[in-house]
């Protein structure tokens, strides 16, 4: 009877996760960017909203409103030979409280000879005890082009959240023409907060971000580099095997934010319009939490709003170059 119990209890929770899936495919047509093949799975949805840049842009929705512990989520983005396409997320992602299993998701992202992508998704919020296993896989053809950004957060801080325990494993693998350019592991476990509160880990930030950008070198150094008066929170860049990837370390996701979105205009890379409209969502949002009906925020309010200008040593440091 015991093990009939925890095969239907194991039934039940299967039947009850959440799964979502996306496939884009596009390619040029006419020469303008088109979509070629939209498959949609599950929770995952795929919107095109107009754009006056001329560009495609594609924004991912997740229906189910999160992740949770169990669930499984895909996304695959194919750019033709000669196409540009701009994709991103409708809004952050939060990876709710997990009592054992992930949540696993899956990135491929796949560009085509003289193909751009640029992939910017907004930030992936974990809350405590989240569990979070995430696959990135890149395949880029010998001229391709990518720009892509992907952001951690560890708790809201506007909401006085803290992550004290969890779970992350992050896993990039990056091909060029089929040979690997970088690949990287990134493991989190157990006590979250004491490992955030390493000075090599990130030194008290909840908040931190990769920016990978291909093909790279010393140009895209020193135009990020030039821009550090402008950071609130570390942050550095290094270049090797045509590559270049940013890191970065805030406080907060505003002040998160703020840097990620400073380093992309450096590199000439417009946000997603969408990002405009939820930093403006949420600094009401904190406005209208910490300064009353009508009233002028607080400084809290405004510390969340626009962070501080001082800051820690420059970073400077690089990932393990190995596969």
Known sequence: MPATVGIEQRSVFAANRATGHVALDVAVNDGATRRRRVYEDGSLRVRFPNSPRGTLEAVIVNTAGGMAGGD???????????????????????????????????????????????????????????????????DLAETASLVMAEA?????????????????????????????????????????????????VAAGGIAIATVLIAPAGGAELAAVRAGEPEFVGEVGISAWNGIAVARLCAKDGAALRHDVVTVLAALGVQVPRLWINSDTSRKRQVACCHGGDGGAPSPGAWRQTQPPRSRGPHLRFHSRRGT
């Open 72 to 138: 499984r989520f895909g996304m695959a983005l194919g750019v033709g030979e000669g196409a540009s396409l701009l994709a991103g997320s409708a809004a952050a992602e939060k990876i709710y409280r997990s009592n054992n299993a992930d949540t696993e998701l899956t990135l491929t992202l796949a560009v085509a000879a003289g193909a751009r992508l640029v992939w910017l998704p907004q930030e992936t919020i974990l809350f405590d005890r989240a569990r979070l296993s995430r696959h990135i896989e890149i």
């Open 152 to 200: 951690l957060v560890f708790g809201r801080a506007a909401m006085g959240e803290t992550v004290v325990e969890g779970f992350l494993a992050d896993r990039w693998r990056v091909r060029r023409n089929g040979r690997f350019v970088f690949a990287e592991n990134t493991r989190i476990e157990g006590h979250v907060a004491a490992a955030l509160e390493r000075p090599a």
